[in-house]
């Protein structure tokens, strides 16, 4: 899976430096994909971080070019 950052994220990316890829690839990994409610294409994870405990949101974007799946961070905070 390669992840590639939307302009906004790299924006966002500054004020929240907590927020690695690693930490992004687990919580799509570990999440159902909620589609969201506002665009058809966009999707939406949930998950529990396991180190610290807090719910972390990421809201991506899928595209599938020549058999290999891209993902287009649109942005991720944490809930709570």
Not at 6 to 15: D, T, V
């Amino acid at each position: 899976m390669k992840i590639e950052d939307s302009y906004h994220w790299k924006k966002q990316k500054e004020f929240r430096p907590e927020i690695t890829n690693d930490l992004i690839e687990l919580c799509i990994e570990n999440s159902k994909r909620l589609i969201d409610r506002k665009w058809e294409e966009v999707f939406n994870a949930l998950a529990r971080i396991p180190p610290s405990g807090r719910i972390l949101k990421v809201v991506y974007k899928e595209f599938y070019k020549e058999e290999s799946k891209s993902i287009k961070i649109l942005t991720a905070y944490w809930l709570n």
